[in-house]
């Protein structure tokens, strides 16, 4: 059992279950942060690659220091881009949290990027989510089910598309970004 597939299926069953949860997103890249969040009991961690300098040999310590905590950590990238999100899910997120998804169309297109042929489009090479190949079979087996697709709701079209958005099949949840969100409703 791949310990953060598991840990993505308890917390995507805690999300569906309407009970709280809690989670911080981090700025700061040292993995320490992310160990002491794990530690300090929260649900989720968000490791930002969007605002800040992160970049993935941080991201990759991030997840290996939260490995060992029950909290699960997500990657938020740059941008919509199957590529990028790629490169995260193969360092071992179990998800992503996605700025910027203002559609239907893109959160299906996230879902995609998210999921191996045939519900996406994601190729294969999880290095360390496969365990550097020790479990690369059971990776793919599990990994579609147990990913974990959110985005972050963030601009006033967002808000006009909520219920395509929400009602895509494969996505998990969103949350919003209340600077971008105020910016786009002008206030």
Not at 91 to 104: A, E, R
Not at 154 to 170: L, M, T
């Given at each position: 059992?791949?310990r953060?597939?598991?840990?993505?299926?308890?917390?995507?069953?805690?999300?569906?279950?309407?009970?709280?949860?809690?989670?911080?997103?981090?700025?700061?890249?040292?993995?320490?942060?992310?160990?002491?969040?794990?530690?300090a009991?929260?649900d989720?961690?968000?490791?930002?690659?969007?605002?800040?300098?992160?970049?993935?040999?941080t991201?990759?310590a991030?997840?290996?220091?939260?490995?060992?905590?029950?909290?699960?950590?997500?990657?938020r990238?740059?941008?919509?881009?199957?590529?990028?999100?790629?490169?995260?899910?193969?360092?071992g997120?179990?998800?992503?949290?996605?700025?910027?998804?203002?559609?239907?169309?893109?959160?299906?297109?996230?879902?995609?990027?998210?999921?191996?042929?045939?519900?996406?489009?994601?190729?294969?090479?999880p290095?360390?989510?496969?365990?550097?190949?020790?479990?690369?079979?059971?990776?793919?087996?599990?990994?579609?089910?147990?990913?974990?697709?959110?985005a972050?709701?963030?601009s006033?079209?967002?808000?006009?598309?909520?219920d395509?958005?929400?009602?895509?099949?494969?996505?998990?949840?969103?949350t919003?970004g209340?600077?971008?969100?105020?910016?786009?409703?002008?206030?």
């Amino acid at each position: 059992m791949i310990r953060e597939l598991e840990k993505a299926r308890r917390f995507k069953a805690k999300l569906r279950s309407g009970k709280p949860c809690f989670g911080a997103q981090l700025a700061l890249s040292d993995p320490a942060v992310a160990e002491i969040f794990g530690r300090a009991g929260y649900d989720y961690l968000i490791v930002d690659t969007e605002h800040t300098s992160t970049n993935l040999p941080t991201v990759r310590a991030m997840l290996q220091a939260a490995a060992h905590t029950e909290a699960v950590l997500l990657a938020r990238p740059l941008r919509l881009d199957a590529d990028e999100i790629r490169r995260l899910l193969d360092l071992g997120s179990p998800g992503v949290l996605c700025p910027f998804i203002n559609t239907g169309d893109e959160a299906s297109r996230l879902v995609q990027a998210c999921r191996y042929p045939p519900a996406g489009i994601r190729g294969f090479g999880p290095r360390r989510a496969g365990v550097y190949g020790f479990d690369g079979d059971e990776y793919f087996r599990e990994a579609n089910n147990a990913m974990i697709c959110t985005a972050v709701i963030e601009s006033e079209q967002a808000i006009e598309n909520i219920d395509e958005i929400v009602k895509v099949d494969g996505f998990d949840g969103v949350t919003i970004g209340p600077m971008d969100l105020s910016i786009s409703l002008g206030c």
